[in-house]
């Protein structure tokens, strides 16, 4: 049971242009969503989060997007840049839990 | 100067035997975790330690028992090993009053025969 899906295995987009990342998550009791970014051969690494009482949260060229009643979140990079060419998860907790549920990761490749 | 380091990266065993993974953190951070990332690229949590107390225990097969003999190390041992056991191994660690920000180690890329 897929609790938090990211339907898009991968996204191509130009460097300068937005780079949209989509995250749904079917599990109502969770409160806190992130997303890691991965480069190969490397773990994850914490990129940005957002708390269920927020609709945005933003850091630098990052920012999150929250819609609970759709049970939907994004991540917008702008502008891209090629060293963004990484795989991003998605991750959800609840209630305070070190429990990460993560989905299955998009693969972004920004072009030159 | 590696802040989450596990050994070995690469890790090829055969069905039935019994292997270890090594974890060590150099960031100070109080909890640490273990994870797997399976063929279909999900990252499932197994096991969290805080200040070498296990605090989460997934549904995991008890072949798999971690073991951590300071707050920096949290080793993984197998016993018999099996095909479906193939997978990629992350540990992880932070502080445990901030949780979601967990740093992760390289990987260990097990592999079953």
């Known amino acids: 049971d897929q609790q938090v899906k990211q339907n898009s295995p991968s996204l191509s987009v130009q460097e300068g242009r937005i780079s949209i990342l989509n995250c749904d998550y079917t599990?109502?009791?969770?409160?806190?969503f992130l997303w890691y970014k991965k480069y190969p051969a490397e773990g994850p690494t914490f990129l940005i989060s957002?708390?269920?009482?927020?609709d945005k949260n933003e850091d630098g060229r990052f920012t999150v997007f929250l819609n609970k009643s759709a049970k939907h979140l994004s991540l917008h990079i702008v502008p891209s840049q090629p060293g963004d060419s990484a795989v991003y998860f998605c991750a959800a907790t609840q209630g305070g839990s070190e429990k990460l549920v993560f989905g299955k990761g998009t693969k972004l490749t920004v072009n030159p | 100067d590696t802040a989450v380091s596990q050994t070995p990266k690469y890790l090829v065993t055969q069905m039935g035997n019994d292997k270890s993974i090594k974890c060590e953190q150099n960031l100070g951070h109080d909890t640490m975790y273990w994870y797997k990332q399976d063929s279909k690229k999900f990252l499932k949590i197994m096991f969290s330690y805080n200040n070498k107390e296990l605090i989460i225990n997934e549904t995991v097969p008890n072949r798999f028992s971690p073991k951590s003999p300071d707050k920096a190390h949290l080793n993984l041992h197998i016993n018999s090993l099996e095909l479906g056991d193939s997978a990629v191994y992350f540990c992880a660690s932070s502080f445990l009053d901030r949780r979601y920000e967990q740093y992760f180690g390289p990987g260990t890329r097990l592999t079953v025969t």
């Open positions: 599990n109502s009791m969770f409160d806190y």
């Open positions: 957002i708390s269920s009482i927020k």
